[in-house]
């Protein structure tokens, strides 16, 4: 079981569901079935059992599943032991827990610089 200690769970897709389309949700998700579409939230979270078809977009993410696209987590992403990632990644933080598995490309996720124009009177 994953904890979650930031985030509140908002939205949930149980082992013996499926969804197809686009999931946009404030908060956070945790996904234990299979999801053919895009999934943006805050925080995503994906049980040992979830099946992914789509691109995910987050703060947070959490993987102990398996996904087919691409990632971008702004802030951290961890492949758990039972991961598996087939796709790019971009994530200011990656971990990759021994037994994950990740193919595909990553890079750093930088936020773009504030450019602050002062101007003297």
């Known amino acids: 079981m994953f904890s979650i200690k930031e985030a509140k769970l908002e939205c949930m897709i149980g082992a013996n569901c ?15 079935g299979s999801v053919k579409g895009n999934v ?6 994906l049980g040992e059992h979830a099946k992914i078809h789509g691109d995910l977009n ?3 993410v959490i993987i102990g599943g398996a ?3 691409n990632i971008l987590a702004k ?6 032991h039972t991961g598996k990632v087939f796709g790019d990644i ?3 933080k990656l971990s990759i827990i021994e037994g994950g598995i990740f193919e595909g490309h990553s890079s750093s996720y930088k936020q773009e610089a504030t450019v602050i124009d002062i101007k003297s009177k």
């Open 18 to 32: 499926g969804f197809e389309g686009q999931i946009d949700t404030k908060g956070t998700i945790r996904i234990d």
């Open 40 to 45: 943006k939230a805050d925080w995503i979270i």
């Open 58 to 60: 987050a703060r947070v």
């Open 67 to 69: 996904i087919t696209g």
């Open 75 to 80: 802030e951290s992403l961890e492949i758990r």
């Open 90 to 92: 971009r994530s200011n």
